[in-house]
Nanobody, 117 residues
Framework: VQLQASGGGLVQPGGSLRLSCAAS????????MGWHRQAPGKPRELVAA???????TYADSVKGRFTISRDSAKNTVYLQMNSLKPEDTAVYYC????????????WGQGTLVTVSS
């Protein structure tokens, strides 16, 4: 699977951004798509993940503010980010795995999100 992420940028605190991740190549089903992020000096963390069957999971730090969704017809996963905070500043990566894999096996390039006034 090849993943292409886009949508990052500079936004003021309290603002919104939507990230997109387009998948191509051989896409297994069922699968899990996830968004991770890495801030400077911090380890990469899982922000949100969604199973092709519909369930989703979020990091506590983004619950109620971020929403992961997918358009199966377009093989695209989105991360809607609302009420952004400076601490959300990071490089965001999309990733995918077959549902039975224990780790994410395909990664897209990162897209930088900067939350600053």
């Amino acid at each position: 699977v090849q993943l292409q992420a886009s949508g990052g940028g500079l936004v003021q605190p309290g603002g919104s951004l939507r990230l997109s991740c387009a998948a191509s190549g051989i896409i297994f089903s069922p699968n899990v798509m996830g968004w991770h992020r890495q801030a400077p000096g911090k380890p990469r963390e899982l922000v949100a993940a969604g199973h092709s069957d519909g369930w989703t999971t979020y990091a506590d730090s983004v619950k109620g503010r971020f929403t992961i969704s997918r358009d199966s017809a377009k093989n695209t996963v989105y991360l809607q980010m609302n009420s952004l905070k400076p601490e959300d500043t990071a490089v965001y990566y999309c990733a995918s795995k077959r549902a039975w894999d224990t780790i994410f096996t395909s990664w897209g390039q990162g897209t930088l999100v900067t939350v600053s006034s």
